[in-house]
């Protein structure tokens, strides 16, 4: 590969993964980079409701498109966190709800001060301190970047949206900043006598030349797995779902700020709200549910009429060995996919954009920006894939199948040593890049119903009375708080 003045880059496929890249890198890089993206409106995409994490605002942001221009664009509504339901035990429930949990005091985190106030008698819930919790339960928003005349942080929100819709604004987008679209399905590639890609051919007979290609054909990975032949890691022994079904319902009103993620026999159910429907599916393992069942239990398990019949997506959770191989990266599906249980799909995109703007190579350091590249793509999954484990292994259910394989299997040892350090201790700890914050880690494992059997003593420095007033001033000012919020329903309405 040698970088010229005006590099040539080449997108193989559309959807949400192929738009985002050519969105951001027309707008990060100008002029310099000449954008080609190739799809064809005869292969379909993934693309189904998309519920995210926040920092898509940060995407946005980027692009500089106004959050009240994306919400109408892509009939998008307000994410406050995700609901858990029947995943600790068969009718428990909880949320991962973004932004934080109480307050820390000095350098000990809340949740210890929580978990000390437990100790002494204390029946309060640990998500009676969260205001992304309260206000998500109760239907409430608006902007509120912090809690007025106090030093608490207000609500930390992503969105919810149709990936179709989505992708269409950032077509507009990125086609306004110079980038080509060709409609087209790619019907060869052809390669230089050292390996790399030279140019595509599509099935009318035209021929695409660049320097870079980026792989967003999805699953089918065309030109990193089909035409590279990287190897992909297969994580089925630690995530055994391979199998979703998807089918989009009637909307139903109010519309609530918060994702619900189902937990059933043999999987689990997805509830994400649209302005103008609400997106279902479950995800479930073909080895302890049959397709039928799972059909029987989607539709069965619907708040309202759906509007089309359920459609099957397969899938091996994984990722490809490298990212990024010779003169070819892959980003969104091509280059592995991990469940939707915690809203990553889209962050996954957005990162990997990121870190290629970041990574673009020169002429003289390809193979060790390569590396570099490679090597965050490869911890930024295994991190995500631990916390996804996390919530099957932490599973009480009674129900046999695919519940009692994750309680009984063998965990990652990065996933094993957190495990039992919050058991032991209640610390949490995270690299400094990692996505999920600590108090997403807390909040899972409390969740999940693991307890610690000891906090950290600087808990105990508070006398009874201190502690008390400190959780009630907390509470009283969440509560407040919360109950000044409009509607997250008129906030849609504006």
Known sequence: MVIRAETKVLIAGGGTAGWMTAALLSRLLGPAVKIRLIESDAIGTVGVGEATIPAIQHFNAVLGIPEAEFLNATQGTIKLGIQFEHWGKQGDSYMHAFGPV??????????HYWL????????????????NYQAAKTGKYAP????????????????????????????????????????????????????????????????????????????????????LSVGYEDWRHWLPCDTALAVPSEVILPIMPYTRSI????????????????????VYSSQFLTDDAAHNTLLDNLDAPALA?????????????????????????SSGFLEP?????????????????????????????????NRQSQTEYEAIRDFIILHYHLNQRDDNGLWQYCRQMVLPDSLKQRIELFKQSALVFRQQDE???????????LGQGLIPTAYHPMADNLTDKQLSSFLIDLKHIITHTTQQLPPHQAFLQQ
């Open 341 to 373: 249980l915690e809203s990553t799909s889209i962050h996954l995109i957005q990162s990997a954009v990121l870190r290629l703007v970041q990574c673009f190579p020169g002429a003289d350091n390809i193979d060790t920006v390569r590396q570099e590249y």
């Open 102 to 111: 109480g307050r820390q005091l000095g350098v000990t985190s809340f949740h």
């Open 116 to 131: 000390a106030a437990q100790a002494r008698g204390d029946t309060s819930g640990f998500w009676d301190y969260s205001l």
């Open 263 to 282: 937990a059933h026999t043999g999987g689990w159910q997805w509830r994400i709200p649209l302005q103008h429907r609400t997106g279902n599916g479950l």
């Open 309 to 333: 019949e359920p459609r099957k997506i397969n899938f091996v959770t994984g990722r490809r060995k490298q990212q990024w191989v010779r003169n070819c990266i892959a980003i969104g599906l």
């Open 144 to 227: 509120l970047p912090q809690v007025p005349n106090t030093p608490l942080q207000g609500l930390v929100h992503a969105y919810h949206f149709d990936a179709s819709l989505y992708a269409a604004l950032l077509r507009r987008y990125s086609e306004q900043l110079g980038v080509q679209r060709t409609e087209g399905t790619i019907a060869s590639v052809n390669k230089t006598t050292s390996g790399d890609i030279a140019s595509v051919t599509l099935q009318d007979g035209s021929s695409y030349k660049a320097d870079l290609f980026i792989d967003c054909s999805g699953l089918r990975a065309l030109l990193i797995g089909q035409e």
């Open 435 to 445: 996505l999920f914050t600590e108090v997403a880690w807390q909040q899972v494992m």
